[in-house]
């Protein structure tokens, strides 16, 4: 570790810089007034100053990347690691980080599901159950439990999909408006939620005026999505997820179907229930943006931690068509592993988080 922490009281550490989420913590780390970032690691770019590679304020801009085997040494003093690693990887690394004295946010897959569930969803054995026991899955908005997060040794980020996913349908799934059993869900992603690794899938002339399907009804986000909304005290939700690929670079929309229940059926003004019930649900929760279904936008959240939720019901079809959207990086990714970082440390859940304004056009 080189550099001072600039009066920066809570020491941190990401560990896999040069991923797409790893680069877009670095990005908030080093513009938030109380974390300071200590330790970056990348192989790929071990022994070279992260300003090289990313665009960044002075507080990370000299910041020497180094490499894994070494940063495993420096790992001491640290008060949180972030781990923007593949699950396999996140497993390694978060007991040697605890035994080092800091505390977790895990951004990859490694601590989301129960231990029975990974042969399925993930193709491998977890090699960590005990520590996979302790995980708190912490997503702010719909999990809540903050006294458990301030606690915690180890918090495991939602993905990005779950996050928009979860938040589209939970505010009528807690009021009773929708069947939880009957929850149809098709989420279009852009391709930086695939990772940086280069293939042909992924080539720009691959995906360039493309639009597909994939992972069909295989996908590791489905259980996820069904956990979430359990810990959100949502009973037996059954989801059919499908994820799209966008030709773009950033954002999640997604679309939610879901049948309207006897309670929202008889509730007289439906369409003025749906928007109480999604301003009720806004409240108290500061990255919300309760707007019309078609101001549902990539262009209204990337760049920010916001989510914005919509909704319109159809009486006639007994459906309600439920919408949101969120930056993958931020609010699906490293802004998210941030605010439960604020949340770990005792503060402001938007601290650090609030200026990022995105931008237009």
Request: hydrophobic share 45%; charged share 20%.
């Amino acid at each position: 570790m080189t550099g001072s922490t600039g009066g920066k009281g809570i020491r941190a550490g990401v560990v896999g810089v040069s991923g797409y989420a790893g680069m877009e913590l670095a990005r908030i780390l080093s513009r938030h007034p109380d974390f300071a970032l200590t330790l970056v690691t990348s192989d790929k770019w071990a022994g070279a100053a992260l300003g090289t590679k990313i665009a960044l304020p002075p507080a990370g801009r000299d910041r020497i990347c180094v490499a894994s085997a070494e940063a495993r040494t420096q790992l001491g003093g640290l008060d949180v690691v972030f781990l923007c690693t593949p699950a396999e990887v996140s497993i390694e690394w978060a007991p040697l980080a605890l035994a080092a004295g800091a505390r977790v946010v895990d951004l990859s897959g490694a601590f989301r599901l129960p231990a029975a569930d990974y042969p399925r969803w993930y193709g491998f054995t977890h090699g960590q159950p005990g520590l996979l026991a302790e995980a708190v899955y912490s997503m702010p908005e719909a999990t809540g439990a903050f006294d458990k997060l301030r606690a915690a040794r180890l918090v495991s980020n939602p993905g990005c999909y779950p996050t928009a996913a979860a938040l589209a349908v939970l505010p009528f799934l807690a009021a009773g408006l929708v069947d939880p059993r009957s929850l149809i869900i098709d989420a279009k992603s852009g391709t930086s939620g695939a990772g940086r690794k280069a293939t042909e899938a992924m080539s720009f002339s691959e995906v360039e005026g493309d639009l597909r399907a994939y992972r069909v009804l295989q996908h590791q986000h489905t259980p996820e999505i069904e956990r979430a909304l359990a810990l959100a005290g949502v009973a037996g939700a059954r989801v059919v997820f499908t994820p799209h690929l966008l030709p773009t670079r950033r954002g999640i929309l997604a679309t939610a179907y879901g049948r309207l229940t006897e309670k929202a059926k008889k509730a007289g003004d439906l369409a003025a229930v749906v928007g109480e019930t999604l301003a009720a649900f806004a409240q108290g929760r500061p990255f919300v943006r309760v707007v019309p279904p078609e101001a549902v936008t990539l262009a209204a959240v990337v760049g920010t931690n916001l989510v914005c939720l919509g909704a319109a019901a159809d009486l006639e079809k007994e459906t309600l068509v439920m919408f949101a959207s969120e930056d993958n990086l931020v609010k699906g990714a490293a802004g998210q592993a941030v605010q439960n970082a604020n949340l770990m440390f005792g503060l402001p859940e938007t601290l650090g988080l609030d200026v990022l304004t995105g931008h237009l056009p």
